[in-house]
């Protein structure tokens, strides 16, 4: 017996059963579903796409895996290297894991430590922001922002060292002011927060973040695991503003398999990089770098800068901005798109329920949550598709049929 995702299982709608996949389509028994989720944002390529397939095949002809504890192997080494030329400024040092949620738990670690192995041993708070979303284990939990999401963390109370803050510039600033000498870092989904509602913000606050972390030494780190890859219409929000410590996932392998990573820059990395044993980095995830995760990712990439996806992407936001424009209901509270994400807020959750039926019975795959509803589209996807993700979007406000 499965135990679904985000379910109260008493109540569970059956999920579809996919038997086929390929491009932007899933295929049930009865149906051809457009996906415009991505399977959780993660196959910007769609999928069996056959240049990723062959990359895995080669691959598995030599070994699917082994692993980076006193081994290592050309996948991950090519993969760390692509990495480092690829990614801005010097973020040079890859740390390989299984998940976003992994990652970013590994991120957190690295910037406590970061200060533990200069005995600043006061630095134990981190900042983060409400609506915030990083993953569902226990400390990405509790930098998130556990309103809608993780209400067993009640148990515990409060964290008195985690303050979240809106995404406005005084309270960052009133943040820093109040408790500069304890943070250890300044953890964000940068200009776009996906999960917790996808909340779209200017790039104005994350500047200024960069400079009172600058000043007052505390470590930024931009959770791109969501926005990383395009997502937001910059390749990485990080070419506009570097962090000290990246995280990648979803997109990484082209949502092929699961497989993170965490990126540090040189002054991070130098942090650790001494002769006492203890200063050394305590984690390695059992399929960290796994080799067909590796090969993939790297062939992921290669498709990115060659078939110039960034212009894909900004195709995908001007054909939303086109078919959105205009579109209004008294029902809707805000509709947004940045990039390759469009989200229609409601008021009222239940001004969205049953849509994902209404979507499915018109050749969409669609999981609203909350009050949102919203899309975010393989960027292979071809126009006359992505209209019909938004014409069912607005159908099911006119509740006209298309
Ligand atoms: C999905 C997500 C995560 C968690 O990644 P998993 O691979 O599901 O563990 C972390 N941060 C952000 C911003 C995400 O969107």
């Not at 760390?80 to 957190?108: H, I, N, R, T």
């Not at 109370?157 to 002011?177: C, Q, S």
């Not at 995760?293 to 992407?313: G, M, N, P, T």
Request: with cysteine; hydrophobic share 40%.
């Amino acid at each position: 017996m499965i135990w679904y995702p985000y379910e109260q299982m008493k109540t569970m709608h059956p999920p579809y059963k996919i038997i086929d996949a390929e491009g932007v389509y899933l295929y049930t028994e009865e149906r051809k579903l457009i996906d415009s989720v991505s399977s959780w944002w993660s196959v910007i390529h769609g999928y069996k796409h056959p240049e990723l397939n062959q990359a895995i095949e080669d691959q598995l002809k030599k070994f699917a895996h082994v692993m980076l504890g006193g081994l290592t192997h050309e996948p991950a080494q090519r993969l760390s290297e692509k990495l480092q030329s690829w990614l801005p400024g010097d973020l040079d040092y890859c740390f390989f894991s299984d998940s976003g949620s992994v990652a970013v738990e590994v991120a957190l670690k690295i910037a406590l430590q970061y200060y533990m192995n200069r005995d600043e041993t006061d630095r134990t708070m981190i900042l983060s922001l409400e609506h915030a979303y990083h993953g569902d284990t226990f400390k990405t939990m509790d930098v998130g922002d556990d309103e809608d999401y993780h209400f067993v963390l009640k148990a515990y109370g409060k964290n008195p060292d985690i303050v979240h803050i809106p995404t406005e510039i005084a309270a960052l600033e009133e943040a820093f002011t109040k408790y500069h000498d304890r943070l250890n870092c300044f953890i964000v989904e940068p200009l776009l927060q996906g999960a917790g509602g996808m909340r779209m913000y200017d790039i104005a606050f994350l500047r200024r973040a960069r400079e009172l972390c600058d000043r007052y030494d505390v470590l930024l780190i931009f959770d791109e695991v969501a926005t990383g890859f395009g997502r937001t219409g910059n390749r990485f929000v990080a070419d506009l503003v570097l962090p000290d410590i990246l995280v990648l996932g979803k997109g990484l392998t082209g949502g092929y398999i699961g497989h993170a990573v965490t990126v540090a820059t040189q002054r991070v990395y130098d942090g650790f990089y001494d002769d006492h044993p203890e200063h050394a980095l305590m984690h390695g995830p059992t399929f960290m770098g796994n080799a067909l995760a590796c090969s993939v990712a790297l062939k992921s990439i290669e498709l990115f800068e060659r078939d110039d996806y960034l212009s894909k992407i900004r195709r995908i936001e001007e054909i939303t901005r086109r078919e959105m424009q205009d579109f209004s209901d008294p029902r809707i509270k805000e509709v947004r798109t940045m990039g390759a994400c469009v989200c229609v807020e409601v008021y009222d959750p239940s001004d969205i329920r049953g849509y994902q039926q209404f979507a499915c019975e018109r050749g969409v795959f669609s999981r609203p949550f909350l009050n949102y509803l919203y899309a975010m589209v393989p960027y292979i996807i071809r126009e006359e598709d992505l209209v019909k993700v938004l014409r069912t979007m607005k159908a099911w406000f006119g509740r006209n049929s298309i």
